[in-house]
């Protein structure tokens, strides 16, 4: 990792790279790839708004779990003891699929006053989910202000960058007011392949998990921050939009793998020092809820896989852990 200190030259030079999209398509191509939409702007400054002065976590309901390869529905009852909790430290919620219930989410956000939702499609050859997605958008116009197709999807090799750029080219044209995009790690996006995809995306939404990275667990919480930062960094110069990140941070067990909630305080306190948010790049808080159900059923065929339950800053039973309790409350002008 190369140390990196957020500047205001850096973020002239993001701001720069915008403008260069959004006025001058030409020098755009030599500095960065992105989406540039007259139809999209209104949603652009709502999210460009909830990525400086909000806080977005990525968010399904406790209520869906899959087992066996069977998933559970959520109800509207579930969903606002979801976000009743959530509310008073979150105002941005990120979804990864709209199906079993989760389309009403938007719903129950727009009551409790949440002020944006980013919403997701989990299958990408699932047209009844991407309706329910649409229809989702069109009950809350002043809420949902993107959506993501896909998440992970071309790393499961389920698809290929070039027809991933092809599908959400298509789907933008169901509703051309919405921010596009998808989710991939962000080393996928560094490829030479990605520019196709890269120049069909209103905003990014990159996994960076240093918790995966091979010296996760003799590091300290300083540098594993540093990584995301440096990633993010990494993601302007290839990408000349917003850049939000949607999955990072530490799960909270199991311990023998160097997994604890202090080691999960430790990190999102180093994060937020580092990575103050700006209308170009911020990050996501990963996750809301523990999701035990995923030990056994996330990834089936590799086996047992003990972190993968524990994620959430609040456990299973909605309770907050370090992280969530050291996160201020929000107030009408939210801040981090």
Same mark, same amino acid.
């Given at each position: 990792?190369?140390?990196?200190?957020?500047?205001?030259?850096?973020?002239?030079? @993001? #701001?720069?790279?915008?403008?260069?999209? &959004?006025?001058?398509?030409?020098?755009?191509? %030599?500095? =960065?790839?992105?989406? $540039?939409?007259?139809?999209?702007?209104?949603?652009?400054?709502?999210?460009?708004?909830?990525?400086?002065?909000?806080?977005?976590?990525?968010?399904?309901p406790?209520?869906?779990?899959i087992?066996?390869?069977?998933?559970?529905?959520?109800?509207?009852?579930?969903?606002?003891?979801?976000?009743?909790?959530l509310?008073?430290?979150?105002?941005g919620?990120?979804?990864?699929?709209?199906?079993?219930?989760?389309?009403r989410?938007?719903?129950?956000?727009?009551?409790?006053?949440?002020?944006a939702?980013?919403?997701?499609?989990?299958?990408?050859?699932?047209?009844?989910?991407?309706?329910?997605?649409?229809?989702?958008?069109?009950?809350?116009?002043?809420?949902?202000v993107? @959506? #993501?197709l896909?998440?992970?999807?071309? &790393?499961?090799?389920?698809?290929?960058?070039? %027809?991933? =750029?092809?599908?959400? $080219?298509q789907?933008?044209?169901?509703?051309?007011?919405?921010?596009?995009?998808?989710?991939?790690p962000?080393?996928?996006?560094?490829?030479?392949?990605?520019?196709?995809?890269?120049?069909?995306?209103?905003?990014?939404?990159?996994?960076v998990?240093?918790?995966?990275?091979?010296?996760?667990?003799t590091?300290?919480?300083?540098?594993?921050?540093?990584f995301?930062?440096?990633?993010?960094?990494?993601?302007?110069?290839v990408?000349?939009?917003?850049?939000?990140?949607?999955?990072?941070?530490?799960p909270?067990?199991?311990?023998?793998?160097?997994?604890?909630?202090?080691?999960?305080?430790?990190?999102?306190r180093?994060?937020?020092?580092?990575?103050?948010?700006?209308? @170009?790049?911020?990050?996501a808080?990963f996750?809301?809820?523990d999701?035990?159900?995923?030990?056994?059923?996330?990834?089936?065929t590799?086996?047992?896989?003990?972190?993968?339950?524990?994620?959430?800053?609040?456990?299973?039973?909605?309770?907050?852990?370090?992280?969530?309790r050291?996160?201020?409350?929000?107030?009408?002008?939210?801040?981090?």
């Open positions: 990792m190369r140390p990196f200190k957020l500047s205001a030259a850096y973020h002239r030079l @993001l #701001s720069a790279a915008l403008l260069a999209c &959004l006025l001058v398509p030409g020098q755009a191509a %030599a500095v =960065a790839s992105c989406a $540039q939409r007259p139809a999209a702007r209104p949603a652009l400054s709502l999210l460009s708004a909830a990525m400086t002065q909000g806080r977005f976590v990525s968010y399904q406790t209520q869906i779990q087992h066996q390869g069977k998933a559970t529905r959520a109800d509207e009852a579930g969903i606002a003891a979801d976000l009743a909790v509310r008073p430290r979150f105002d919620l990120i979804l990864y699929g709209v199906l079993d219930g989760a389309d989410v938007v719903d129950v956000a727009a009551r409790l006053g949440f002020r939702v980013i919403l997701g499609v989990w299958n990408l050859d699932n047209a009844r989910e991407l309706d329910l997605a649409l229809a989702a958008a069109t009950r809350q116009p002043q809420l949902v993107g @959506l #993501s896909g998440n992970e999807r071309v &790393l499961a090799g389920v698809t290929s960058m070039q %027809a991933l =750029a092809t599908r959400l $080219q789907a933008r044209a169901k509703a051309p007011q919405l921010l596009w995009t998808t989710t991939e962000f080393h996928l996006f560094e490829q030479a392949a990605a520019q196709p995809l890269l120049a069909q995306m209103d905003f990014m939404l990159v996994n998990h240093p918790a995966f990275q091979p010296w996760f667990r590091a300290s919480d300083a540098d594993a921050a540093r995301v930062v440096n990633v993010v960094q990494d993601m302007a110069a990408y000349c939009g917003p850049v939000l990140v949607k999955e990072t941070g530490v909270t067990a199991p311990a023998s793998m160097g997994f604890t909630a202090q080691r999960q305080a430790g990190f999102w180093s994060l937020k020092i580092q990575f103050p948010p700006h209308r @170009l790049r911020a990050f808080f996750s809301a809820f999701a035990p159900w995923r030990v056994t059923d996330e990834h089936p590799a086996g047992p896989q003990p972190q993968e339950g524990s994620w959430g800053l609040y456990d299973a039973q909605r309770s907050p852990k370090i992280s969530a050291e996160l201020a409350v929000l107030r009408a002008s939210s801040a981090r």
